[in-house]
């Protein structure tokens, strides 16, 4: 009897591996079919009935029997499964046990889909996609790209290598997507046709991880994201899975990779940053921010600084549509325009230089992004520069005068705001709003400012940048409806209304109550501000002003 093991995408890759050593299957447990194309027996348990959230079954693929070798594809057999029917299925790979699979080791895998067996297909193999060294769980394996399938029921698995030594710990693990989240929104495509430059690379439209339905129930430390400073270039990468799904496929198949790079390959999140499929919908892919510069595991030692955006189909093969490259050209406009970054020219990441715009091949030995996208990328680049040529940011000018010395580089790209926009650099923040220019917050006055709920609370947008008053060791910001004094580097208070009103009439921090020393602090019947040298009350309820001092 061969054993199938179950495992929700809720549970770690590393305790699949632990349980796999140890022979103690803590997962559900469902009774084998054989290695005939008989029909399936039932579960051992009825705990293993279909969930709404994707699931991995999890096969050995057996060393192969001496002196057999396969049908066609060269090298010698050395594992093998027979085939077996499974539980139905969306996605299929092969893994095996990290830096164990020689060179030349090739993966064939034979589909029962729509109650057919289909002919013996080669999986890719792509050894440099994935984390570098140390980034990720200790517990990593090597694999194949994903099929997706749509509708499995079967698998046979050929696995030959040069010198009939191949990688240890074979395993066919088969992906059943589940069920697309209950209520789910539908994310407008970016994948009309673009008619000219944009004003404002917006954010296209795209499915959150809750809309297409992550699975956020891991617990391990290292699913913390990690940031990197800015996202300073774009590797373009294709998941190899697929050109023919439908629509309604989408999801399904985005959570089937999550599933699979974090159960199959014990990697910390679903590696690419953003997922683009053939109809031009754009899919948030890893977790710690959409636009945030979340380290990815897509391009080993240059995941870092790096955004990783996945087509998703095989691109080797077919041409991508033009609709994905639309929204290719919009996304990428977005989050390299929004940072201030070309699209042409060159960045060096860990002592390599790169194209703004690179495929995952120019990083690694790989065919990926498949040679119909790569021979097309000079050309993305020209698209993206002309999508980005009418761009004007008056932050993007502001923070040139000031210098990446003061600022930073781009930490969270430009958004619009309140009726403004917001940029957050490495070293602190920058608003502009019509009318009133850009400006730069840092220290302490950004985190009071942020605190107080920034352009969305009751000050509005900066008028100035944090400047000097008549007090030494005292400066201020000037809001639209309101004032900020920092006092020395750590300290600041916010004033609005009748009480500003009466201590600008009354000389400000050069007048008689000082600086202050708290911000306003509600009463009974109003609010009141404390100075070094007094205080300022107003009463709700008569509109008056009452000074007291010390």
């Keep these: 009897?061969?054993?199938?093991?179950?495992?929700?995408?809720?549970?770690?890759?590393?305790?699949?591996?632990?349980?796999?050593?140890?022979?103690?299957?803590?997962?559900?447990?469902?009774?084998?079919?054989?290695?005939?194309?008989?029909?399936?027996?039932?579960?051992?348990?009825?705990?293993a009935s279909p969930t709404d959230g994707p699931s991995v079954q999890s096969l050995d693929v057996p060393a192969a029997e001496a002196g057999r070798s396969p049908a066609r594809g060269g090298g010698q057999l050395v594992a093998s499964l027979a085939q077996t029917r499974t539980e139905s299925y969306g996605m299929v790979a092969?893994?095996?046990?990290?830096?164990?699979?020689?060179?030349?080791?090739?993966?064939?895998?034979?589909?029962?889909?729509?109650?057919?067996?289909?002919?013996?297909?080669?999986?890719?193999?792509?050894?440099?996609?994935g984390p570098a060294a140390g980034e990720e769980a200790a517990d990593v394996r090597d694999g194949t790209a994903p099929l997706w399938v749509?509708?499995?029921?079967?698998?046979?698995?050929?696995?030959?290598?040069p010198g009939g030594s191949g990688p240890d710990g074979i395993r066919v693990d088969t992906i059943d997507p589940g069920a697309d989240p209950v209520g789910s929104t539908v994310a407008r495509s970016a994948g009309a046709e673009i008619r000219g430059p944009a004003r404002f690379p917006a954010m296209p439209g795209m499915f959150t991880r809750k809309e297409w339905g992550a699975n956020e129930s891991l617990g391990d430390q290292c699913w913390e994201p990690i940031y990197g400073r800015s996202a300073k270039m774009i590797f373009v990468h294709h998941t190899v899975n697929s050109n023919d799904y439908s629509r309604s496929d989408g999801k399904g198949i985005v959570r089937s990779i999550l599933a699979y790079h974090t159960q199959s390959r014990g990697w910390c999140d679903i590696g690419y940053n953003y997922l683009i499929d053939r109809y031009g919908r754009v899919y948030v892919g890893r977790a710690g921010g959409a636009r945030l510069p979340v380290r990815g595991a897509h391009a080993g030692d240059y995941n870092t600084n790096s955004v990783g955006v996945s087509l998703i189909g095989n691109f080797e093969e077919a041409r991508p549509t033009k609709r994905m490259k639309n929204a290719l050209?919009?996304?990428?406009?977005?989050?390299?325009?929004?940072?201030?970054?070309?699209?042409?020219?060159?960045?060096?990441?860990?002592?390599?230089?790169?194209?703004?715009?690179?495929?995952?091949?120019?990083?690694?030995?790989?065919?990926?992004?498949g040679k119909y996208v790569y021979r097309w990328l000079p050309r993305l680049r020209d698209r993206v520069g002309h999508y980005l040529s009418d761009y004007r940011s008056p932050i993007r000018k502001r923070a040139g005068q000031i210098g990446k010395r003061t600022t930073g580089q781009v930490?969270?790209?430009?958004?619009?705001?309140?009726?403004?926009?917001?940029?957050?650099?490495?070293?602190?923040?920058?608003?502009?709003?019509a009318g009133l220019g850009a400006h730069w917050l840092t220290g302490a006055a950004l985190r009071a400012y942020r605190d107080r709920d920034g352009t969305h609370g009751r000050f509005g947008f900066p008028v100035t940048d944090l400047k000097p008053t008549e007090v030494a060791g005292v400066r201020q910001v000037v809001f639209e409806h309101g004032r900020m004094y920092r006092i020395g580097k750590r300290q600041a208070y916010t004033l609005w209304g009748r009480i500003l009103i009466r201590y600008r009439g009354l000389g400000g921090v050069a007048g008689s109550l000082g600086s202050p020393t708290s911000n306003m602090m509600p009463t009974g019947g109003g609010r009141r501000a404390t100075f070094t040298n007094g205080s300022i009350t107003w009463d709700r309820q008569d509109e008056s002003i009452t000074v007291e001092y010390v």
């Design 94 to 129: 092969v893994t095996w046990r990290h830096g164990t699979a020689p060179d030349g080791t090739k993966v064939r895998v034979r589909l029962r889909v729509d109650g057919v067996w289909k002919p013996w297909q080669s999986l890719p193999i792509d050894l440099d996609e």
């Design 150 to 161: 749509g509708e499995g029921t079967g698998v046979a698995v050929d696995v030959t290598a």
């Design 329 to 369: 050209v919009r996304f990428i406009g977005w989050r390299l325009g929004t940072s201030y970054a070309p699209a042409h020219g060159t960045v060096t990441l860990r002592g390599t230089e790169f194209n703004r715009i690179s495929g995952h091949r120019d990083a690694m030995s790989t065919a990926c992004p």
């Design 1 to 47: 009897m061969r054993e199938q093991t179950r495992i929700r995408a809720g549970q770690t890759a590393r305790r699949l591996a632990v349980t796999a050593a140890t022979g103690a299957i803590a997962a559900t447990i469902l009774v084998a079919v054989g290695s005939s194309d008989s029909t399936s027996r039932p579960l051992a348990s009825s705990d």
């Design 411 to 433: 930490f969270r790209g430009e958004a619009k705001q309140s009726h403004g926009l917001r940029t957050d650099f490495g070293h602190g923040a920058m608003f502009a709003k």
